[in-house]
């Protein structure tokens, strides 16, 4: 989920050109296509990687296009190239992205009253919900959450012997040359901050959208730490996440949840996932029907669609699979009244791993992620010395 490489400046001039080259490529109304021609990545899809499960469940064709997770790529390909020409439906960030796209008429509003899972839905994201403007534009409905979580702190229990509960740990000399975080200014900037702030060593308002001189504690207080040695690493892509732990290379790493599942699996080992007491940079995932799929009639593949991922089959799948948390009541119940997908020990492995997400996403601390920060440029800069200290 790497934080976009992209400046305000940039955005703004591309929303500016972004009408007239979207209009010219979608042309006149065009026939519907049978599947439904859906940009996202691999972990918007439970069971089998051909999406046949999906498909099934939701009663209706897919046509799956691989996403990353770059937001410049996101408003390049929506805003100011053919992406509505191509994709029906798309999936990306909440809490910003919904607002980017929707303002350029990129994506249009939804009718919940078309998504029977509706009902379903946390209650995060109903009026006066912490959530409540990840998915809306202007007050106006145009997105569905599928998935969201609250980055956290991996670590070695076997090897450490106790629970962690602070990121203070993870900047502890105990831990010089085995800790690790990620190669990407948005998560790794924002837990620090988080972390700087609640524990008093330095004033910030907002963790998810600092000034340029609280963009240069946090960074300087990188820095110092990485002159003498103290990172083993900053991990990039999953799967060197995975290595990291897996190997005991690293023994603490901010990272994400399904690289601490998966690491647990590799090794063997107790590697846990904390509940740090400062707080975490919590996010979502969306998923967001285009102009374009509504202009060729594809609402009601969407709509179903829609409503497999407000489904407890979903939740429970997702939540199995790689960690991630549901975005609708009624997964346990799911879970119980369906034994014979979850054996005993998967059952408590889910129990256990909600009421942590519960724990983690109650903690006040908590700031969410930013792709649009304010001083961006502040960002990148300060990053880019981070990276050659």
Known sequence: MNQLDFNRRQFMALMGAATATATTALGSRAMASEALKFWAPGIARVGNQDWSDMEARAGISIANI???ARADEAIQKMVVGDGNALYDAMTDNGGGMEDALASQNAIVELDPSRIPNWANLVDSYKEGGSSYDTIRHEGRLVAVPYISNADSLAFNHDVIGEELTSWEALFDEQFRGRAAMQNDYGPTLTNTAVYL????????????????AEVKGVCQ????????GHFRTFWDGFQNGVDLLASEEVLVSSCWEPIQIMAARKNGADIRYGTMTEG???WNNIIM?????????????FYAL??????PWFGARTLAGLGFTPQMTGVNAYVEANAADFDDDTRATLAERLARKDAR???PGN???????????????????????
């Open 66 to 68: 691989a996403k990353s």
């Open 197 to 212: 702030k609640q524990s008093g060593k330095q004033d910030i308002e907002n963790p998810s959208d600092m000034t340029e």
């Open 306 to 311: 829609a409503n497999v991922y407000l489904d």
């Open 361 to 363: 996403m109650a903690k």
């Open 221 to 228: 207080f990188l820095i110092d730490l990485k002159k003498k």
């Open 289 to 301: 029907l285009t102009r374009g799929g509504q202009e060729r009639g594809m609402e009601d593949a």
């Open 367 to 389: 700031a969410w992620q930013n792709v649009f920060p304010t001083n961006i440029r502040a960002y990148q800069d300060w990053w880019a010395q981070v990276q050659a200290a």
């Open 280 to 282: 975490h940079q919590a």
